[in-house]
């Protein structure tokens, strides 16, 4: 049985929306973080839910979602998390097991880095998680991961806190080989894919993953 998915849209930028518009699958459950409202209203989607202190929504702008049979949870602006985080919590209580998160990537650097950190979050360590836009995923990967993309595509591998020990690559230009990558150098970086596959394994430690799509391949 496959599993339940959802599109979550954060309140940032977007560098393509027809790359954006490309990661929609038919079963999507399309949820917006308060303002990711306006992404998916500009992709052409009406959100099947919206949740947040609804601080970058409007009442004009809220009421006719609500009338198109979007459903509004509201949350007080004083609270722990961000609204992107309740809007992945919500995703978990509906049963999705495959989260994109869109928006998430670009402007504000403090929460590009948050929505990062927040991968690792122990609630999702069962999720496949991604932030993805269309051009660009990011995602972590614990012990090995298959990437599907196309020769040319930059890959990005970056040790998230602690050095991440026996890592081994195939499929990319420069091949790890039981290495160490260590957070204060860029020996990851910028690696490129030879196929439409590519694979990464580690003993120890969690890598952050940036997989660029080069233009031309989306």
């Not at 991968?119 to 999702?124: E, G, I, V, Y």
């Not at 020769?151 to 020990?165: F, I, M």
């Not at 970086?189 to 989306?218: P, W």
């Amino acid at each position: 049985m496959p599993s339940k998915r959802a599109l979550i849209f954060a309140n940032g930028q977007l560098p393509d929306l027809s790359a954006a518009a490309a990661l929609f699958q038919p079963e999507d459950l399309l949820i917006a973080a308060d303002g990711g409202a306006h992404i998916i209203l500009a992709l052409g989607k009406t959100p099947h839910v919206i949740i947040g202190d609804l601080d970058s929504l409007p009442p004009g702008e809220v009421s006719p979602l609500q009338q198109a049979g979007t459903v509004i949870l509201r949350h007080p602006p004083e609270k722990d998390e961000t609204d992107l985080e309740l809007a992945l919590y919500y995703a978990l209580q509906q049963g999705c097991t495959s989260l994109r998160v869109v928006g998430g990537l670009g402007g504000r650097i403090d929460q590009t880095l948050a929505n990062i950190f927040l991968l690792a979050s122990p609630t999702l360590s069962a999720t496949d998680i991604r932030l993805d836009d269309g051009r660009e995923e990011v995602f972590l990967i614990h012990s090995a991961a298959i990437l599907q993309g196309k020769p040319g595509d930059t890959v990005s591998l970056l040790p998230l806190g602690n050095p991440a020990r026996g890592v081994t690559t195939g499929g990319l230009r420069y091949p790890l080989k039981d290495e160490t990558l260590w957070p204060d150098r860029s020996r990851g970086v910028s690696n490129e894919m030879t196929a439409s596959e590519a694979f990464v394994r580690l003993s120890e430690g969690i890598l952050i993953c940036v997989h660029t799509r080069k233009a031309g391949n989306l």
